[in-house]
Structure formats: C-alpha cells, structure tokens
C-alpha cells in the first residue's frame, strides 16, 4: 500500500492521524470553534462546509491562518449522507472544485461521481478535476442505518481505489456487535490483501466507538476526533484520543 503526503503529513504509515472537524453556522462561530481546536491534539482538520452558512473562501482562509501548515480537509455532506445540505449535482461539483483551490484533501461522495449537470453531460472525472487544482481526493461512503456485509463493504473500498482516490473512506451504523466486527474484519482484508492506498474505516455510534481507537489494528490512517461539537456520533475527545492511539 503506498503512503500519501499532504504538506509535512504522510498518511498511511506510522500511528494513524488525528482529524478535527471545525462545524459553525457564522464566521463568528468559526472563530470560537478555532480556538478550540487550538487547544486540542490533532494533525489535521476537517472544515464541514453543509455546516456553513456563510462565504466559504473567507473562512478557508481563516482556517488556513489558523492551523499553520497542517492539512484542510474539505467535506461537503449531503443530506443523503447524513449531513447537513441538499444540493443539485452542478451545484455540488462547482463547490468542491472552487474549495480545492484552497484546501488540501477535498471529500467526494462516492455516489456523487457520475453526475450529471444542468448541460446534461456526464462528469466522471471528478477526482482528476479536483488533482488539478492541487488538492489529495477522499473519495467516501457512508450509512447512517446498517453495516453492509463485508463483501460489500470490501467491494465499495475497491471501486474508490478504482475511480482515482487518494483515500478511501467509509463509515456505517452498527446495530449489533456483529456489525463491529464486519466492519473491522472488512478492513482487515483490505489492508492485508486489497488496499492499493491508505482508507479510513469507522462504526460509528457508542456501539462502534472502539473502531475509532482500533484503527491502527484496521489499517485505517484517520480517526476522527472532537475538540467541541461533534460531526459523527461516536467520536472521542481528540486529546483522550491520541493516548489510545499512541498506547495501542
């Protein structure tokens, strides 16, 4: 599996990073959430855009000012997927082109790939849009109901790696502890035997918190950790996080 770098950060080598979601409604909002995460353990952040209501570029600048030198990811989170807007394909893909400009890794929405504008034509390149513009693709899935079997969730790993991703990605809801380990042994195989790139796999939930301090054992490169509000359920205070990580 080969190892990515975003600025001074090599992903997929090494004790998995941490990642703080900065989640506010108003420039004013921002700047609370910022010195937040300036008192907290993390190597990365994670700007939630469905989240903002306001201009984006101002507050990308903000964030880059902010965190220095260490690494944006950008996620625009539809509603299909558990966040926070409901916009139309061209919509989606103007948003993210223009955030690449600025940030460093840009989320994509696996099944927001194929889209297809106002122009009716098809856009299936969106990672190598997004490479031009100098940002690092996630390529992501997620289900806020179940956990797919393991094959499946294998299987959607292997078509991001297929479509250009630099990271894969997926988070599912666990509904018993069975689901767990699906998850967790889905992962396994893939670091094991599939993963061409560094993923990020996660359970989410109190159920599937465990999976959050167990990356480093799944392969996964990224736990998501908090440093005030939340943006999944199931994430873990992101200074108490480091100690699990570096313990484990």
Same mark, same amino acid.
């Given at each position: 599996m080969k190892t990515v770098k975003v600025r001074d950060l090599v992903l997929g080598d090494g004790i998995p990073k941490i990642c703080v979601p900065v989640i506010a409604h108003t420039y004013r =909002?921002?700047?609370?959430?910022? =010195?937040?995460?300036?008192?907290?353990?993390?190597?990365?952040v994670e700007f939630r855009a469905d989240f903002y209501f306001e201009e984006e570029a101002p507050a990308l600048s903000r964030i880059r000012e902010a965190v220095g030198g260490k690494p944006i990811l950008y996620t625009l989170r539809t509603m299909e997927e558990g966040g926070e807007v409901e916009i139309s394909d061209s919509q989606y893909q103007d948003r993210i082109l223009r955030a690449a400009q600025t940030a460093d890794l840009v989320d994509i929405q696996l099944e927001r790939l194929h889209i297809q504008t106002d122009n009716r034509q098809l856009h299936s390149h969106l990672p190598a849009l997004v490479h031009e513009k100098g940002a690092k693709v996630i390529l992501s899935w997620h289900d806020f109901d179940r956990t797919p079997k393991k094959t499946e969730i294998v299987q959607k790993l292997c078509a991001m790696q297929r479509e250009g991703c630099d990271i894969a990605k997926i988070a599912v809801m666990p509904v018993t502890r069975q689901d767990v380990f699906e998850l967790m042994e889905a992962s396994v195989e893939m670091l094991e035997q599939k993963a061409g790139c560094p993923f990020i796999t996660m359970s989410m939930g109190n159920l599937g918190?465990?999976?959050?301090?167990?990356?480093?054992?799944?392969?996964?490169c990224i736990s998501f950790g908090t440093a005030g509000q939340m943006s999944? *359920?199931?994430?873990? *205070?992101?200074?108490?996080?480091?100690?699990?990580?570096?313990?484990?």
């Open positions: =909002e921002l700047e609370r959430s910022l =010195e937040e995460t300036a008192c907290s353990s993390f190597d990365l918190k465990v999976t959050r301090a167990a990356c480093a054992f799944t392969g996964s999944a *359920p199931g994430q873990i *205070p992101s200074d108490l996080l480091r100690v699990m990580l570096q313990s484990l």
